[in-house]
């Protein structure tokens, strides 16, 4: 299996983490938190993987905080609840993290996990890579390669997760500055802890130059940056005999917006009211 992610560098930075208005994380915990309203059911015995600071912390007071290392230190059938918050992009092995996450549970017992994925830091992947061939004349990993929704969605089946969803949420943020971006990934602890990632000394001049490009192509007509973060959420259940069985594709004798008497339209961008 190849090795993504230096780990050692990852929970560094996660330590240096203030999560000081760690604003994208709170929207993911607010988000599963009104996901978990619509769910007829009490929960009793959760457990969050991943973060133990900033939103996702408080998100369900009492849980287990159990760290997202490659082997979960968790109870095989002990929980009714996992939360995996913020950490499956950093996983060398994603199928294991969400077969073990799977293991956790009691039957019947629900996961949600949340992760940055699709389209997240594409324009600060796309600036870095053009400015690096500018300086340098070569390529470094820089930004995290992002999973795609749909091969998300697989994974969840692959792992044996009954009903599975995978769904996504993206927001554009708007920022005055390179720097002022990069100091969100750095409170977020989302800095670069890529195992092939660069070692020396990186030239000021690779920077200016990405954020030149960066201005060029990615800005407003305010000239603000735009970053777009997309976050996937996946949910499934750990099989039981109780649960309803999913019909065979294509039998559906009626389209959904027909039966609820409403018009489809594709799901828009949100844009995050802020400016950082």
Known sequence: MQTLTDRSALIAHRRRATMED???????????????SEVNRTFTAPAVIGLSKGPFATLLPGATQLDDAPELSGSRGAHDLVVHAMSLHWAD??????????????????????????????????SLAEAEARVSGGLSPRVLPM??????????????????VADSQRLTVRYRTL??????????????????????????????????????HFSDDEGYLLATFEMVFLTGWAPDESQP??????????????ALGTTESPAGDTVAPRIR
Request: glycine share 8%.
């Open 22 to 36: 760690a604003f994208l994380h709170a929207e993911a915990a607010a988000e599963i938190e009104e996901r978990l």
């Open 93 to 126: 092995d994603p199928v294991g993290q969400l077969v073990q996450s799977r293991l956790l549970l009691k039957p019947d017992g629900l996961f949600i996990g949340t992760m940055f994925a699709g389209q997240t830091l594409h324009e600060l992947r796309t």
């Open 147 to 164: 999973a795609d929704l749909r091969d998300l969605g697989g994974l969840m089946q692959r792992a044996g997760f009954a009903l599975p």
């Open 179 to 216: 720097a002022a971006l990069c100091r969100d990934l750095r409170v977020m602890g989302e800095t670069n802890a890529l195992a092939d990632r660069p070692r020396q000394f990186t030239n000021r001049r690779l920077f200016s130059t990405a954020e030149d490009i960066y201005r060029s």
């Open 245 to 258: 069985k999913p019909l065979r594709p294509g039998s559906a004798q009626q389209r959904l917006a027909d």
